[in-house]
């Protein structure tokens, strides 16, 4: 039966696929796809782990069989007979054999995803008992995934494909069984979408997560449709259902008919040809109508990113997010040749032109691990993240200065500080910028000049920007933190992602009066937030005196035919008066 689901448009247009569903288990399980020549090894893991199960169970059976009814009672060799059955149902490794041979998941992921299309099964039953064994059933699950830890495999991503005999709909989309494959999770750490980064998903859907949430920056980077807060969707929609995504109005269809698979894939043809439209400017001067130079920079999370920026027509990086580096590594942090590596890549691969690094932002909706959130503090996003938690491990920070300056030699580099907010905070940074280069003049390694600025992501930065005019070389402002901190709005909670308002009157006067402030000094600035990439947006900021916008490589083209579209002296009488307005949105509705 077809049904919708709304939830918040992150990423834009239609995908069209197959649901592959991240199962969610207490323990916390990895998935990644392996190439052909793994399959029989995985296999063999999982059923190497399920007979150490096994046998741990028989010697159980054993040592209960000598102990008496009050130390052993018959409920717990019956409980031990069920998981026995469990641990041999053929139904189970059939499953977890098909996930792994025909989808090439993972050991770990195609056991969980089996336990959940088993789990329903119980569900479903009218008998309380059988319905019970569930828990037995997860229970056995986490025994296996125990016995398979410590063993762990690159990431893989070759091509997946469903060999089921095609659907009418499958016959609709195309005349082959590959068919596209839909990512559903209750939700996804930036970590678990970088694994994701070049695999086979056509689109992504979380049940939590807002508009700006690091997932959803990330799914915007990967250039595929998205929708992020569809509450329960990773219930509603079962393993291999038809979905369809439609990013561009927060919809996510499942088990769309023919007529609405018909009309989504007119929609994603259309698509495509406005993409194709928007590539004929690559080459194109990004200048407005009357003569405005505008700069058009990057956002990147890993070094290889840098290909897709020069691909868009990037001049630059304005954002090198290096807390990527870091992320996943089970408390194993990059140490400076790694990092150094990784920075040099990314210059290297912009071909002359300037890259930005940032340094280490973690913490709130990053952690460094999944299973290392911090649930120990109300609110992380207002505890130790970003340069207080670099501050607060110097020796850390000191590494991944050293490892920028000497990245720094091979091209064109600037720094840039995140969450700064005191003057105390902007002369600890300095200094160790200064001790970071004292420690390379004495190891004799070789180091670059880097130009250093600050994020502008807080509203009393915005408020005391004499303090950082004084100190940096360029600002660039961070709208995605200076609105969730001008309103008090976690951008990642979906329940009040309403409020979440890049045209609020005080989000828009302290961007303006940033931009108007670095004019006045002579100094740089840029945004690097989410609304950089907003083509709603790009006119208001170049009426409010922006040339520097920095975005994911896959919306530069669309901004840059805003750019193309903009008459810089019309617009600044028009942003003028929205600045003015206490309620700009209905005036801003009507655009230029």
């Known amino acids: ?75 717990l060799m019956a409980l031990l007979d069920v998981h026995l059955m469990l641990l041999q149902d053929e139904e189970l490794s059939r499953g977890v054999k098909h996930w792994i041979t025909d989808r090439l998941y993972n050991a770990e992921w195609a056991l969980t995803t089996q336990f959940e299309i088993i789990a329903r099964q119980f569900d479903d039953m009218e008998d309380e008992y059988l319905r019970e064994r569930k828990a037995d059933l997860e229970q056995i699950t ?24 095609p659907s009418q709909q499958d016959l609709l989309l195309d005349d082959t069984v590959n068919v596209p494959l839909i990512l559903i999770a209750h939700d996804l750490s930036p970590a678990d979408m970088l694994q994701f980064k070049k695999s086979v998903f056509a689109g992504f859907v979380t049940d939590v997560g807002g508009k700006t949430s690091h997932t959803a920056i990330v799914a915007r980077s990967l250039d595929i449709p998205a929708v992020v807060g569809v509450r329960l969707c990773s219930h509603l929609v079962r393993q291999d259902d038809w979905v369809i995504i439609d990013g561009d109005a927060g919809v996510v269809v499942v088990d769309p008919s023919p007529i609405i698979l018909a009309e989504y894939g007119f929609k994603q043809r259309q698509g495509e040809l406005e993409r194709g439209r928007l590539s004929r400017l690559l080459h194109t001067p990004s200048v407005t109508l009357d003569g405005e130079k505008i700069e058009l920079l990057a956002n990147i999370e890993m070094p290889d990113d840098a290909a897709a920026a020069i691909r868009t027509g990037a001049v630059g990086v304005g954002l090198f997010r290096s807390e990527f580096l870091f992320m996943g590594r089970h408390g194993k942090l990059p140490n400076e040749e790694e990092q150094y590596l990784a ?18 932002d973690v913490g709130a909706d990053k952690p460094l691990d999944e299973n290392l959130r911090d649930d120990a503090h109300l609110n992380p996003a207002l505890g130790l993240r970003a340069i207080r938690w670099s501050l607060a491990d110097p020796s850390m920070f000191l590494t991944q200065l050293r490892a920028i300056l000497r990245a720094a030699a091979h091209g064109q580099a600037n720094v840039m500080i995140p969450m700064l907010v005191h003057a105390s905070e902007i002369r600890q940074t300095m200094a160790l910028l200064d001790h970071a280069r004292v420690q390379l003049d004495n190891r004799g390694v070789a180091y670059g000049p880097l130009k250093i600025g600050a994020m502008i992501e807080i509203p009393a930065a915005a408020l005391t920007l004499n303090v950082f005019l004084k100190y940096f070389d360029f600002l660039s402002i961070g709208t995605n933190d200076l609105i969730q901190y001008t309103l008090a709005i976690d951008r990642a909670d979906e329940s009040v992602a309403h409020l979440y308002d890049p045209m609020h009157p005080a989000v828009l006067r302290l961007v303006a009066n940033t931009i108007a402030q670095c004019q006045a000094q002579g100094k740089p600035v840029s945004v690097c937030g989410e609304m950089a990439g907003d083509i709603n947006m790009t006119k208001l900021l170049l009426g409010m005196g922006l040339r520097s916008f920095s975005m994911h490589p896959a919306q530069i083209l669309a901004v840059k035919h805003e750019v193309l579209r903009a008459d810089i002296g019309k617009l600044k009488p028009w942003a003028a008066a929205i600045l003015a307005d206490d309620e700009p949105a209905p005036r801003f509705s009507k655009r230029q």
């Open 343 to 360: 920075y040099r890549k990314a210059i290297e691969g912009m071909q002359g032109l300037p890259v930005t690094i940032r340094t280490i």
């Open 142 to 165: 986490e025994k296996v995934l125990r016995a398979m830890r410590g063993v762990s495999l690159p990431v893989m991503q070759p091509m997946a494909r469903a060999t089921r005999k």
């Open 1 to 75: 039966m077809t049904f919708s689901i709304h939830g918040l448009a992150v990423a834009r247009g239609i995908a069209i696929g197959r649901a592959v569903l991240v199962a969610s288990t207490r323990l916390d399980v990895a998935h990644y796809f392996i190439e052909a020549g793994q399959v029989a090894a995985e296999v063999k893991r999982v059923r190497d782990a399920r007979d150490a199960v096994v046998d741990e169970i028989h010697r159980l059976q054993v040592s209960v069989a000598h102990m008496g009814p009050k130390e052993a009672p018959h409920e």
